[in-house]
């Protein structure tokens, strides 16, 4: 059974830094892509980064780049995002999640794909992240 657990949420002033762990368990890393999602009270949730365990390919929400980086540590199937220069609007719930890309389709159009079925995707916990201004 797949299981992933995010961590690593609080409470910071803008400006501030982050890093939030997800901790894999029951998937082979190298044939999934691993990424991190946030919803704001009242929005929709949004994919913020993700990661191929193929190739380590990365992708970026246009809001964070610059500013977020997501990385990998496959010896224990944990992804981090390390969040600098935390603005209000960063404040959300983030979650992180995966889904295999056998087929290479990639990262960003993995994340798509998750978000296509974001009401029956299999979320776990979040982790609370606010940014106080």
């Known amino acids: 059974e797949v299981q992933l657990q995010a961590s690593g949420g609080g409470e910071v002033q803008a400006g501030g830094s982050l890093r939030l762990s997800c901790d894999g368990f029951?998937?082979?890393?190298?044939?999934?892509?691993i990424a991190w999602f946030r919803q704001a009270p009242g929005k929709e949730r949004e994919g913020v980064a993700c990661i191929s365990g193929a190739d380590g390919a990365t992708y970026y929400q246009d809001s964070v780049k610059g500013r977020f980086t997501i990385s990998s540590d496959t010896g224990k199937t944990t992804v981090y995002l390390q969040m600098n220069n935390l603005k209000p609007e960063d404040t959300a719930v983030y979650y992180c999640?995966?889904?295999?890309?056998?087929?290479?389709?990639?990262?960003?159009?993995?994340?798509?794909?998750?978000?296509?079925?974001?009401?029956?995707?299999?979320w776990g916990q979040g982790t609370l992240v606010t940014v106080s201004s």
């Open positions: 029951g998937f082979t890393f190298g044939d999934h892509v």
């Open positions: 999640a995966t889904k295999s890309d056998s087929g290479g389709a990639g990262c960003h159009f993995t994340v798509a794909a998750i978000l296509l079925e974001d009401a029956t995707f299999p």
